[in-house]
């Protein structure tokens, strides 16, 4: 089975300082990694994944993730938020030994809240 | 291209009355997915199709769930009949084939349908 957890329901920053959004996850091979963003009445928006290869994964708007298989994380980070970060933000895992399912898995979710 | 079109934005119905949602995927992707978003279970997945054929249809709730892949440009999502806890955000997403990665393939999401039985 997989499995993603985000422990945060809430992360509060302020603008122009760092952020990080925690997630973990479960499979029972090796797994593919994404970050969705979803803004208010919107669908959600692909961020950016982790495939193979470079831990450190870049993306849209600035967004960064570091793959830590010993720690089976998967955190989201930016150097400097800004108030239009402000979200829904979705981790999400596939395992690659399920070759017959395509679905991922996505985790509870953290609202991240940037104030000015 | 245009996205994924889902429609109605929002339906506010009656409880036991019939719910239609409808979906159109990015032309030429084959593979398009139903989930469902509340407060209380995050993000679910209900059901999926590939090539129009329904390949894992074991996230649908009951048997007043269904959904149909007619066409490759079309898919609907019914409830009947509906009750107050069927109240959520459906979303449709669709995602081509997978190329060297399989399973890899990033999904695109409509912008989603609101459902409100009352």
């Known amino acids: 089975a997989q499995s993603v957890a985000q422990p945060e329901d809430q992360v509060n920053v302020a603008e122009g300082n760092p952020l990080t959004v925690k997630c973990t996850y479960s499979?029972?091979?090796?797994?593919?990694l994404f970050w969705y963003v979803q803004y208010p009445n919107r669908g959600l928006q692909f961020l950016l994944k982790?495939?193979?290869?470079?831990?450190l994964v870049k993306g849209s708007y600035g967004f960064e993730a570091e793959f830590n298989k010993s720690q089976t994380s998967f955190h989201l980070k930016k150097p400097s938020a800004l108030v239009s970060d402000s979200a829904l933000y979705f981790c999400?895992?596939?395992?690659?030994?399920?070759?017959?399912?395509?679905?991922?898995?996505f985790g509870s979710g953290t609202r991240l809240q940037v104030q000015p | 291209d245009a996205g994924v079109i889902q429609s109605p934005r929002h339906e506010v119905t009656e409880m036991g009355q019939e719910v239609t949602l409808r979906c159109k995927p990015i032309?030429?992707?084959?593979?398009l997915f139903w989930y469902r978003q509340t407060m209380m279970r995050g993000l679910e997945l209900l059901i999926y199709?590939?090539?129009?054929?329904?390949?894992?249809d074991s996230g649908m709730p009951e048997d007043r769930f269904s959904a149909k892949m007619p066409n490759a440009s079309f898919s609907t999502l019914k409830i009947q009949p509906s009750e107050p806890r069927d109240s959520a955000v459906y979303f449709c997403?669709?995602?081509?084939?997978?190329?060297?990665?399989?399973?890899?393939?990033?999904?695109?999401f409509g912008a989603g349908s609101r459902l409100t039985v009352l």
């Open positions: 997403a669709s995602t081509p084939t997978p190329g060297g990665f399989p399973g890899a393939n990033v999904l695109t």
């Open positions: 499979v029972s091979g090796n797994p593919y």
């Open positions: 982790y495939i193979t290869g470079d831990n």
């Open positions: 999400a895992v596939r395992d690659i030994a399920h070759t017959g399912r395509r679905a991922l898995t």
């Open positions: 032309s030429g992707h084959d593979y």
């Open positions: 199709f590939n090539n129009n054929v329904p390949i894992d």
